[in-house]
């Protein structure tokens, strides 16, 4: 399944990655593509208030690879931007399926593996604070979770 929306805030981005996380079960894996400023974040940061974080708990990640925010479930976000391929496979992503919480991952290009029953969601910048935001699901991607 395909949705495709556009936003014109970093609100509304947020408010489309909290209505995505309010609905998807434990043991999901979110992966995000864009360029830098594309609004990765910002969707993670919505994702965490759907959850029920605090806000305040969520600040961007800085040199923290993996950073766990505690609502409703665990999210686990992880921003891969200054890894490489090669390092990816150190850091024991994998571990992170066992935690019972959601994983969001920035620059989840860097990931070797192909992960097909993750959600992918891809943003693109359309121009000023507009933002074509791709989200493609598997009909079956819970079924083996
Ligand atoms: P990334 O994590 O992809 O590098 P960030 O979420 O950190 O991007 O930053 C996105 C930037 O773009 C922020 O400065 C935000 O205010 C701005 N922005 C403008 N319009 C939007 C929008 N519609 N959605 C998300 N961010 C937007
Ligand atoms: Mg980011």
Redesign the pocket.
Known sequence: MRTIL?????????AAGAALASRVPAGTWVL?F????????????GMAEGLGVEPAEVS?PTFVLVQEYRGRLPLHHV?L?RVSESEVEDLGLDELSGAGGIVAI?WAERLGQPMPTAIRVS?V?AG????E?TIEENAGAYSDR
Do not use: N, Q
């Open positions: 556009e936003t014109r805030s970093e609100d509304e981005t947020r995000l864009g360029d830098l400023g594309a609004g990765k974040t910002a969707f993670v940061r961007s921003d931007y920035e943003i910048d000023g604070d507009r933002r935001i």
